[in-house]
């Protein structure tokens, strides 16, 4: 039974340190940008976009389907940089340990 308990506060220190690292990458910021620099998508870490610019040369309002294909190329790279993030991050918790599925993430 004292390997349960040590598993236990083991299990509740993970805990602890997993949820003071989502609480920091709520608030990390990561960019991806395309059309070479012409959007720049912001994303916090935990899956929220914080912020786009549009360089005002790019508008042009008889090719808008070019523009919005810029905004969701930098979206989409800049969410699956913040969840890599997030996923290098979690990592470095868990490294070394057999957890069950969903446990680490």
């Known amino acids: 039974m004292a390997g349960l308990g040590k598993f236990l506060k083991q299990a509740q220190k993970m ?22 620099g012409a959007v720049k998508a912001v994303a ?13 040369k790019v508008v042009d309002p008889n090719d808008v389907e070019m523009l919005e294909d810029l905004i969701v190329g930098a979206v989409t790279n800049a969410l699956e940089l913040g969840k890599k993030t997030q996923n290098d991050e979690m990592s470095k918790l868990t490294a070394g340990m057999s957890l069950p599925p969903g446990l680490g993430m």
């Open 44 to 56: 916090r870490c935990d899956g929220t976009i914080a912020r786009i610019k549009i360089d005002p």
């Open 15 to 36: 805990q602890e340190q997993m949820q003071k690292v989502q609480e920091e990458l709520a608030q990390r910021e990561v960019e991806a940008t395309s059309g070479g």
